[in-house]
């Protein structure tokens, strides 16, 4: 089991241009969760998703950012128009739902120059 | 309202020593608490977890925390330091089923 998968693990971008961080949960995990850890700070809850919904986006920027897990293939979270201050570390977790464990993942670190 | 503070941002103890993190937290429910720990460059592992049942929850590699009420606190310990031990830890409070206060993270250092 390789466990939650997070690609890419560094991503570099130009301000302006747009990013794609994907991850794919663990075999049999249907929710996934997003989480951005910004320098200096605690990891803050961005998003929940169950296949092909959106359950909880409260903690989503409310532009530019976006979020899917489609009924194949991993979730992705899409930041578009990059700016310096979305460089942080970007973690996603999985669980098989409510009451179960949750696995987090080696998480992408996105620069944005 | 949730939150989650970690009283420490650094603690520096020497091996063989014992280890304690703190946290508090407040919630306005009974709350399911959780310590992560997180090495360089690898993903948050679980160190316990706390969901109502019994107050001393013992972990992964050592460690416990214990829940207590009375002090809204979930402090994390260890009787003895390993130099595998130096990371970065994280107390977590489980809100509405699917959201996760973390901490500010404390960071651990090991002393040979």
Request: net charge positive; hydrophobic share 35%; aromatic share 12%.
């Amino acid at each position: 089991n390789a466990g939650v998968m997070q690609n890419p693990r560094h991503l570099v971008r130009r301000r302006g241009q747009e990013a794609r961080l994907r991850c794919s949960p663990m075999k049999g995990h249907s929710h996934v969760y997003w989480y951005r850890q910004l320098p200096e700070e605690g990891l803050k809850f961005m998003v929940y998703l169950q296949k092909e919904n959106i359950i909880d986006e409260s903690g989503m920027p409310k532009e530019r950012f976006s979020a899917e897990f489609p009924k194949e293939g991993p979730s992705i979270l899409r930041i578009q128009q990059v700016v310096r201050g979305d460089s942080a570390a970007y973690f996603c977790a999985s669980s098989m739902g409510d009451g179960y464990g949750y696995t987090f993942g080696s998480g992408t670190r996105l620069t944005v120059v | 309202a949730q939150s989650v503070t970690q009283l420490d941002s650094h603690v520096s103890v020497s091996e063989g020593t014992p280890v304690l993190l703190r946290c508090n937290y407040s919630s306005s429910y009974s709350p399911s608490l959780f310590w992560y720990v997180q090495h360089p460059n690898k993903g948050l592992q679980l160190l316990l977890k706390y969901t109502s049942a019994a107050t001393l929850v013992k972990g992964i590699n050592g460690f416990e925390a214990e829940f207590k009420k009375s002090e809204t606190s979930f402090h994390l310990t260890k009787p003895s330091a390993h130099m595998s031990d130096a990371a970065e830890y994280f107390c977590v409070v489980r809100y509405r089923r699917v959201q996760f206060y973390f901490g500010t993270g404390t960071s651990l250092t090991v002393i040979p």
